[in-house]
């Protein structure tokens, strides 16, 4: 089984950064994709930005300049640098891994506020 744990959400000012981590522990836990992903209330989880093993990455149109998704292999963690904040970017973000081995696992979720 594998578990999946976020961090780095909280408040921060438009045109402000924070740096979202992701890291996948238990039985065969090395990851083979990771995303984040997105919700506000009464919307459908938006992708955000996903990142291959190998480092290929994929990044939404209104994210894309901004946020930076990091990969290390050696700790099975996920970065998400997001900077030049908008309110708009004001959302739960969700990390979902695939492993290596085919587990699919989703984190609890952390709530990013932008707003001055």
């Known amino acids: 089984q594998v578990q999946v744990a976020e961090s780095g959400g909280g408040l921060a000012q438009p045109g402000g950064s924070l740096t979202l981590s992701c890291a996948a522990s238990g039985r065969s836990a090395e990851i083979y994709v990771a995303g984040w992903y997105r919700q506000t209330s009464g919307q459908q989880r938006k992708l955000v930005a996903a990142?291959?093993?190998?480092?290929?990455?994929n990044y939404a149109d209104s994210v894309t300049g901004r946020f930076t998704i990091s990969i290390d292999n050696s700790k099975n963690t996920v970065k998400l640098q997001m900077n030049s904040l908008k309110p708009e970017d004001t959302a739960v973000y969700y990390c979902?891994?695939?492993?290596?081995?085919?587990?699919?696992?989703w984190g609890q979720g952390t709530q990013v506020t932008v707003s001055s």
């Open positions: 990142i291959t093993r190998a480092g290929n990455t």
């Open positions: 979902n891994v695939m492993t290596v081995t085919g587990t699919d696992a």
